[in-house]
């Protein structure tokens, strides 16, 4: 049973920094890519960056292009979401997920087969 566990979210400053981790057990994840999504109050869940845990390649969504970093530590199978620059638009639930890779990137969340709880971030202007 593949189970997705986030953690780091929380209140910061515009402006400030966060670390999202994203804890994965219940196989082996060679050729699965993980994303991280995020839905704000009255928004569609929206993606926001993947990695593939095999290669390391990482495709980001335009709005946190330069802003984030997607990362991974295999040892730990974790994955880590840094989050620099915050704005009040960044206020949202992050959740980490994850799929076999039939294709790259994959930015749709349907094609996502596990999820995470989500983590609260929250950022105040």
């Known amino acids: 049973q593949v189970q997705l566990v986030e953690s780091g979210g929380g209140l910061v400053q515009a402006g400030g920094s966060l670390r999202l981790s994203c804890a994965a057990s219940?196989?082996?994840?060679?050729?699965?890519?993980m994303g991280w999504f995020r839905q704000a109050p009255g928004k569609e869940r929206e993606f926001v960056a993947t990695?593939?845990?095999?290669?390391?390649?990482?495709y980001y969504a335009d709005s946190v292009k330069g802003r984030f970093t997607i990362s991974r530590d295999n040892a730990k199978n974790t994955v880590y979401l840094q989050m620099n620059s915050l704005k009040a638009e960044d206020t949202a639930v992050y959740y980490c997920?994850?799929?076999?890779?039939?294709?790259?990137?994959?930015?749709?969340?349907?094609?996502?087969?596990?999820w995470g709880q989500g983590t609260q971030v929250t950022v105040s202007s």
């Open positions: 997920a994850t799929k076999f890779i039939t294709r790259w990137p994959s930015m749709s969340e349907s094609e996502y087969t596990y």
């Open positions: 990695i593939s845990w095999s290669t390391g390649s990482t």
């Open positions: 219940g196989r082996t994840f060679t050729n699965y890519a």
